[in-house]
């Protein structure tokens, strides 16, 4: 399984940015995690196969949100009001199996590379 994910950029505080990940397989949960220099990688949202059932930190709930187009092998993250703490690398990665805590790093077997979003105060 290949992931890829792009939508990356340069944004001022309080803008929106949508991040896609194509998948060559779209099976099981699919997330999005980032990691900040210096700081350890963070789960930021995920949702179930189906898209139905989705999740995020607290951190981001009520701004970002996370859907899928299965029919497209895509997972999209719904930036908005963002805030310089955002900034990050992003990274999608898919599941390793059904049932597993999706906020999890190691419940995901794919990573794809990340994308750089920056948020500029």
């Known amino acids: 399984v290949q992931l890829q994910a792009f939508g990356g950029g340069l944004v001022q505080a309080g803008d929106s940015l949508r991040l896609s990940c194509a998948a060559s397989?779209?099976?099981?949960?699919m997330g999005w995690f980032r990691q900040a220099p210096g700081k350890e990688r963070e789960f930021v949202a995920a949702?179930?196969?189906?898209?139905?059932?989705?999740y995020y930190a607290d951190s981001v709930k009520g701004r970002f949100t996370i859907s899928r187009d299965n029919a497209k092998n895509t997972v999209y993250l719904q930036m908005n009001s963002l805030k310089p703490e955002d900034a990050a690398v992003y990274s999608c990665?898919?599941?390793?199996?059904?049932?597993?805590?999706?906020?999890?790093?190691?419940?995901?077997?794919?990573w794809g590379q990340g994308t750089q979003v920056t948020v500029s105060s």
């Open positions: 990665a898919q599941a390793k199996a059904y049932g597993l805590d999706l906020a999890q790093g190691d419940s995901y077997e794919y």
């Open positions: 949702c179930s196969w189906s898209g139905r059932t989705t």
């Open positions: 397989v779209s099976r099981y949960g």
